[in-house]
């Protein structure tokens, strides 16, 4: 096909596919909502207003089907007498998008566990690595790299990340979709410079049918993706960004597909190692998401919601650009500075990231410093810090103290994680001296911390047995929780939205009564001890 001709075929395609999504998704709205299929709010991490629709993913594949046998039957024979070969690895990705849209449909409906749903999505994109038949051949700055065996493993692990990553970014209306419609555009002009005809085409489709979604998507959004259409999303577009940059028998690239996907690909590795660091579950609900903090900030600065949108895929398209660029010219190194502009720029503005980094830094300091004093055979360090993962409320009051106990019990580690999803809240403390003892040597006690009948995080201490000290160090340990449940109380209360002028926060005489009640927390617990 002439490139004339399949720029026209991508305009009528674009079209057709935003004229089906507006037409269809009203029907399968009411349908949704007529069978119980959607997202009823929660006072932890759903906090929407009333019952939405999750029949978002349905509706773009529905969507989607019908505009590619349109274009099939009537658009590309009116263009060009070549017919586009539809091979084997295409009738693989239409079943497994299927595949996925039902398991989608079943978790919105029923709520399935994360290792279950994992399960499935491992079943389904190793079905399609199968008929997928890649070349088992990777590119990296012009070095050619050959897997052999792990082609398999690492296609499924690839398109597992997609699928979760995309997954991850659907907490805000219109996040997911703009993503989506921005990458999904990328990757039709992508496949329009390398020759890639099908994709070109699938990808133009598919980022039309968001177009549509967004419209009832967009705040306040009357219609979800759900799980059935941001797992679909992931796995569509993750398969097209690899095919849209692999001509024929060529190595894969590997820059470009990443930096395509860029954006829910970083929210997601900064939500695992955020999770891992602060010893959470990786299934954790959490609101400290790349759109939760876009969210915080245009709130900060009293702007609409729609600018979350927008500066979502503001970031999109920047990392998109850098993948379109590096294929024009031939040069990862362009795609790869996308990338790090994208980390850099949001880690050093402190909108997203910051954090995160500070908790790597941390650990890995520690590590270092008991490996150091390990070898040298010094005095262990002790390595004390506290980060606010979210939010804007001052911890030290409930941190400090227990740092003060921990100091005068020598206790040997402590940690205080936080996470309060609702208040947009999150905080991770660790106290810790040197390498740890033995685990027969070792006393450890966790405790779940309840606020208004809520878990609100966890209190870990370990120390090392001593003869009945330990049990003189939980009784003035039980003491100290008891002094700090009214500070704890008191800042889960603390409703003072972050767009207040200092002038009210500076009004309150939280300050001075703070430094007071630690004083005399301090006091009974040496009277205690």
């Known amino acids: 096909m002439q490139p004339s001709a399949l720029a026209k075929v991508l305009i009528l395609t674009a079209f057709a596919a935003w004229f089906f999504s507006i037409l269809l998704i009203p029907v399968i709205r009411w349908g949704a909502c007529r069978i119980g299929l959607v997202d009823r709010p929660d006072p932890t991490r759903k906090l929407h207003r009333g019952e939405i629709a999750l029949a978002g993913g349905l509706a773009i594949f529905v969507s989607g089907l019908i505009t590619m046998l349109v274009v099939q039957r009537s658009i590309i024979p009116t263009y060009s007498a070549e017919m586009l070969a539809w091979g084997d690895r295409w009738l693989g990705l239409l079943f497994a998008s299927l595949a996925m849209v039902v398991l989608g449909v079943i978790d919105d409906r029923y709520n399935l566990r994360g290792k279950h749903k994992l399960l499935g999505q491992i079943a389904i994109v190793s079905g399609l690595a199968y008929v997928w038949q890649p070349t088992g051949q990777v590119s990296l700055f012009g070095w050619d790299v050959g897997l052999g065996s792990m082609t398999y493993p690492v296609l499924v692990f690839w398109l597992l990340a997609t699928i979760n990553a995309v997954n991850l970014i659907d907490g805000a ?16 002009l992508c496949a329009f410079i390398t020759g890639q005809q099908e994709v070109a085409i699938v990808a133009a489709a598919l980022g039309a049918s968001l177009a549509g979604f ?9 219609i979800f993706l759900g799980d059935s259409g941001s797992m679909l999303l992931g796995l569509v577009l ?179 994680d936080l996470n309060m999803p609702w208040q947009h ?29 809520r878990s609100i995080g966890r209190l870990e201490i370990i120390g090392r047995s001593e003869g009945n000290c330990q049990i003189q160090s939980l009784e003035s340990f039980s003491f100290l929780i008891n002094e700090l449940q009214p500070e704890i109380e008191r800042m889960v209360q603390c409703l003072t939205p972050a767009k207040d002028s200092q002038e009210a926060v500076a009004k309150q005489p939280k300050t001075k009564e703070t430094t007071e009640d630690r004083r005399k927390k301090r006091v009974r617990i040496a009277a205690a001890e």
């Not at 209306?173 to 039709?188: K, W």
């Not at 967004?214 to 009357?222: D, G, I, T």
């Open 173 to 188: 209306d219109g996040a997911a979709g703009s993503f989506g419609l921005v990458a999904a555009a990328g990757i039709s």
């Open 214 to 222: 967004l419209c009832f998507n967009r705040p306040p959004a009357s």
């Open 238 to 416: 993750g398969t097209l960004a690899c095919w849209s940059v692999h001509r024929g028998k060529e190595s894969q690239d590997l820059l470009i597909p990443i930096a395509l996907l860029g954006v829910p690909l970083f929210d997601s590795l900064v939500a695992v190692m955020r999770r891992v660091l602060t010893g959470r579950s990786i299934y954790t609900a959490d609101r400290g998401h790349l759109h939760h903090t876009l969210q915080a900030h245009f709130k900060a600065k009293t702007l609409s919601p729609m600018w979350m949108i927008i500066a979502f895929g503001g970031l999109s398209l920047l990392t998109s650009s850098g993948a379109i660029v590096g294929i024009l010219f031939r040069s990862d190194f362009l795609a790869l500075m996308a990338i790090l502009i994208l980390m850099l720029g949001l880690m050093w503005t402190k909108i997203f990231g910051h954090a995160e980094a500070r908790l790597l830094a941390s650990h890995t300091l520690r590590m270092s410093d008991s490996f150091v004093s390990k070898v040298r055979r010094m005095e262990p360090k002790v390595h004390v810090s506290g980060v606010p993962l979210q939010g804007n409320r001052e911890w030290d009051g409930v941190w400090q103290p227990l740092v003060e106990f921990a100091e005068k019990n020598g206790l040997w580690r402590m940690k205080l």
């Open 425 to 453: 809240e999150g905080y991770h403390g660790v106290w810790a001296r040197g390498e740890m003892p033995d685990k027969s040597e070792q006393w450890t006690v966790r405790i779940p911390i309840f606020c208004q009948e």
